[in-house]
Nanobody, 124 residues
Framework: QVLLHQSGGGSVQAGGSLRLSCEAS????????MGWFRQAPGNERDFVAA????????SYADSVKGRFTISMDNARDTVYLQMNNLKPEDTAIYYC?????????????????WGQGTQVTISS
């Protein structure tokens, strides 16, 4: 079993920055890929970014490319999502996720473990 604990998030004005953290614990050796998703009210959970522990070349959704950066600290089993130049449409609950099979999947169903979610609110 793998547990994912998220921290960070909050409220900022458009153009501001926030950083999310996601610390994995438990059987972390089984985890290959970490990802971030977000869900706005009334919407499905959408892919944001993903990165593999052994191959730090990330994948991003087009909507966040150039503004968001996913990174990892292997020593701390932690993945970060640095969000810059935030826009009101970035407002959502953000979830980190982990999968055991690797790759950089963009489908929710390809992930095995999920964090508790954290609210990000961007005001105009």
């Amino acid at each position: 079993q793998v547990l994912l604990h998220q921290s960070g998030g909050g409220s900022v004005q458009a153009g501001g920055s926030l950083r999310l953290s996601c610390e994995a614990s438990g059987r972390t050796i089984s985890v290959s890929t970490m990802g971030w998703f977000r869900q706005a009210p009334g919407n499905e959970r959408d892919f944001v970014a993903a990165i593999m522990w052994n191959n730090p070349t990330p994948s991003y959704a087009d909507s966040v490319k150039g503004r968001f950066t996913i990174s990892m600290d292997n020593a701390r089993d932690t993945v970060y999502l640095q969000m810059n130049n935030l826009k009101p449409e970035d407002t959502a609950i953000y979830y980190c996720a982990a999968n055991k099979v690797g790759g950089l999947p963009r489908r929710e169903r390809d992930y095995d473990y999920w964090g508790q979610g954290t609210q990000v609110t961007i005001s105009s």
